[in-house]
């Protein structure tokens, strides 16, 4: 279950007023999914799914990190980024 914090955290990235990199936005989905589902057990998209595709090798790549840990790199990510994206 996340903490209220992740949640607060959560919530302030969806009111960001500007829109992060591309690669901003990847990892913060990937640590989303992993603070909240925990490792990446889906298949992979189809090769011409590039979205989905970059999505689903973001999440992959935390593979063994801990819920826990996603979690609290989650919010310092979004503390970090909140300065530029206000």
């Known amino acids: ?6 949640q607060t955290a ?3 990235a969806q009111a960001f007023t500007k829109k992060p990199t591309n690669d901003e936005l990847l990892q913060l989905y990937a640590l989303f ?10 298949p992979a998209p189809g ?5 989905g595709k970059a ?3 973001a999440w992959k790549k935390l ?6 840990d996603a ?12 300065a530029t994206y206000k």
């Open 33 to 42: 999914k992993q603070a909240t589902i925990g490792d990446n057990t889906t």
């Open 1 to 6: 279950m996340p903490s209220q914090e992740f």
């Open 71 to 82: 979690e609290k790199q989650y919010i310092e990510f979004v503390e970090k980024l909140s």
């Open 63 to 68: 593979e063994g990190t801990s819920q826990e």
């Open 55 to 57: 999505k689903w090798n």
């Open 47 to 51: 090769t011409f799914d590039f979205k």
């Open 10 to 12: 959560a919530d302030q």
